[in-house]
């Protein structure tokens, strides 16, 4: 083989492995967090402080979700709330989310009954429940205006 060739081949790899490195250091996740009671689960907390990475911290009561835009795959969740005996816990935990999906939603009732637990458990791809009105099946508009039948 030519030296040429394998300089031009070497080169071929290293581009595409430093492009398909740079897809996943990049990539962009929006990350909800949510304080909701979980029907048959846990309640929501009273109040919780929650960052991820180095972002500005928010602070959520019941029925509160907010959003933290993040980029890479590994993150680092702190959570810093007063539980039911009234001890303060402050932890730090470590997650990654998978590259093929955009928006995740984080339980935090769920992650606070228990911090241990697997992310599985409070990690959910998010679905969006939105509706989107079929626009074929429109429906005639009836008016009592004479004019517009002219």
């Known amino acids: 083989m030519n030296r040429r060739l394998i300089v031009r081949i070497v080169t071929c790899v290293a581009v595409i492995l430093l492009a398909f490195s740079m897809y996943f250091i990049g990539r962009q996740h929006t990350?909800?967090?949510?304080?909701?009671?979980?029907?048959?689960?846990?309640?929501?907390l009273k109040s919780i402080e929650v960052s991820i990475d180095k972002q500005d911290s928010l602070e959520l009561y019941p029925r509160d979700r907010d959003q933290f835009v993040v980029t890479g795959q590994s993150h680092k969740l702190h959570v810093k709330y007063t539980d039911s005996n009234w001890n303060e816990i402050d932890k730090v935990i470590k997650f990654k989310v998978p590259a093929k999906n955009d928006m995740y939603i984080i339980s935090l009732p769920k992650l606070a009954m228990n911090l241990d637990a697997p992310q599985s458990e409070w990690l959910e791809v998010f679905k969006s429940m939105a509706v989107q009105a079929d626009q074929s099946a429109e429906e005639p508009i009836v008016t009592d205006d004479l004019s517009a039948m002219m």
């Open 31 to 44: 990350i909800l967090v949510d304080n909701r009671t979980v029907e048959g689960v846990a309640p929501a």
